[in-house]
């Protein structure tokens, strides 16, 4: 007996897809979780984790997750700013099932100690009914305004993003599930399910998705000046310095990347105060990157470097699908 595996597949494909829409029909179109804005005072960590394979891949096929991740992951920009404030909302109404606080913000740069069974950190956990929960991770110590078992509407505050858990910056992490399928709210697939990225409909309202705005496969988190080799931690735990002596052992440009397709090109340039062009690199991505933390510096010259500013550019170059795109990001640093 023979199979065609090409009518298999387009059933397996039609059967998933009206399993995915009728289950969304029990759930109420999501609102944006954080008073923040995407691209403003905040920016997107990581997507779902669409490939149950050992590699990884977001809902538009590109790197901007790692593998198994399960939730949307919503960071804040001015990470260093310990008083800002960034209430976490309920994406959809329904009754508290779960409330966990108690567990310290990790301090920026440093190790994280072992989070085994909390990787959540301070969370609240929704039921939406018809068999969908949604679950807010890495909550601010002592900000949860919400107990087990009350109900709340769409918009209520939750607490405040944190850095609890097993995280390293304060972000949310938002997962959605139904039943115990973790599910990608921008296009309504299991992660579970083999790898189907680019195709789905979205569980977000559209005021939610235009919060989000447009899907960046790549963008320069960190970029700075150091008078010696960085760390990734030294990189975390302090903002970028504005000035810096010009008489130490050398000048380096540096850079935290998330989300690097395959052949992909970053291209460091440094020009000094007269617009000489000092340094100038470029490397290609052979593999998708969750995150590259990159550096280029030259040694200090004899005397020192001349008193100025110092500009210093990181672009990116993507390869397709996704060539109309080029992230860029200019730092500026003042050499006395």
Same mark, same amino acid.
């Given at each position: 007996?023979?199979?065609?595996?090409?009518?298999?597949?387009?059933?397996? /494909? /039609?059967?998933?897809?009206?399993?995915? !829409?009728?289950?969304?029909?029990? /759930?109420?179109?999501?609102?944006?979780?954080?008073?923040?804005?995407?691209?403003?005072?905040?920016?997107?960590?990581?997507?779902?984790?669409?490939?149950?394979?050992?590699?990884?891949?977001?809902?538009?096929?590109?790197?901007?997750?790692?593998?198994?991740?399960?939730?949307?992951?919503?960071?804040?920009?001015?990470?260093?700013?310990?008083?800002?404030?960034?209430?976490?909302?309920?994406?959809?109404?329904? *009754?508290?099932?779960?409330?966990?606080?108690?567990?310290?913000?990790?301090?920026?740069?440093?190790?994280?100690?072992?989070?085994?069974?909390?990787?959540?950190?301070?969370?609240?956990?929704?039921?939406? !009914?018809?068999?969908?929960?949604?679950?807010?991770?890495?909550?601010?110590?002592?900000?949860?305004?919400?107990?087990?078992?009350?109900?709340?509407?769409?918009?209520?505050?939750?607490?405040?993003? !944190?850095?609890?858990?097993?995280?390293?910056?304060?972000?949310?992490?938002?997962?959605?599930?139904?039943?115990?399928?973790?599910?990608?709210?921008?296009?309504?697939?299991?992660?579970?399910?083999?790898?189907?990225?680019?195709?789905?409909?979205? /569980?977000?309202?559209?005021?939610?998705?235009?919060?989000?705005?447009?899907?960046?496969?790549?963008?320069?988190?960190?970029?700075?000046?150091?008078? *010696?080799?960085? *760390?990734?931690?030294?990189?975390?735990?302090?903002?970028?310095?504005?000035?810096?002596?010009?008489?130490?052992?050398?000048?380096?440009?540096?850079?935290?990347?998330?989300?690097?397709?395959?052949?992909?090109?970053?291209?460091?340039?440094?020009?000094?105060?007269?617009?000489?062009?000092?340094?100038?690199?470029?490397?290609?991505?052979?593999?998708?990157?969750?995150?590259?933390?990159?550096?280029?510096?030259?040694?200090?010259?004899?005397?020192?470097?001349?008193?100025?500013?110092?500009?210093?550019?990181?672009?990116?170059?993507?390869?397709?699908?996704?060539?109309?795109?080029?992230?860029?990001?200019?730092?500026?640093?003042?050499?006395?």
């Amino acid at each position: 007996m023979r199979f065609n595996l090409s009518r298999l597949l387009a059933a397996f /494909l /039609l059967v998933a897809a009206v399993s995915s !829409g009728a289950r969304a029909q029990n /759930l109420p179109p999501l609102e944006f979780p954080a008073d923040c804005r995407i691209g403003g005072d905040c920016w997107i960590l990581s997507f779902v984790d669409l490939d149950s394979s050992p590699t990884y891949q977001d809902h538009h096929c590109g790197p901007r997750t790692y593998e198994g991740h399960k939730g949307t992951d919503i960071a804040l920009i001015d990470a260093f700013n310990a008083a800002k404030t960034v209430p976490i909302r309920a994406a959809a109404g329904g *009754t508290i099932t779960g409330v966990r606080d108690g567990v310290p913000d990790n301090k920026l740069g440093d190790d994280i100690p072992d989070q085994q069974g909390r990787e959540c950190g301070n969370g609240v956990r929704i039921d939406h !009914g018809g068999g969908w929960f949604t679950q807010y991770c890495h909550l601010k110590l002592g900000s949860i305004r919400v107990s087990s078992k009350q109900t709340v509407e769409a918009g209520d505050v939750l607490g405040l993003i !944190g850095n609890s858990g097993l995280s390293e910056t304060p972000h949310l992490h938002f997962q959605l599930s139904h039943g115990t399928d973790i599910v990608d709210p921008f296009n309504g697939h299991s992660a579970s399910s083999p790898p189907d990225c680019g195709r789905g409909t979205s /569980l977000w309202s559209e005021d939610a998705l235009a919060m989000f705005g447009d899907y960046d496969p790549t963008f320069i988190r960190h970029a700075g000046f150091a008078v *010696t080799v960085p *760390t990734l931690k030294s990189v975390q735990k302090t903002p970028p310095q504005t000035e810096l002596p010009g008489n130490r052992s050398a000048l380096v440009l540096y850079a935290v990347i998330y989300g690097l397709p395959e052949g992909s090109s970053i291209q460091f340039t440094v020009t000094g105060p007269q617009g000489d062009v000092l340094i100038t690199t470029s490397q290609t991505i052979p593999r998708n990157k969750a995150r590259q933390f990159q550096y280029a510096g030259k040694k200090t010259p004899p005397g020192g470097w001349p008193p100025g500013d110092y500009t210093g550019v990181i672009s990116v170059f993507l390869p397709p699908p996704f060539e109309g795109q080029m992230p860029s990001k200019r730092t500026v640093v003042t050499l006395k």
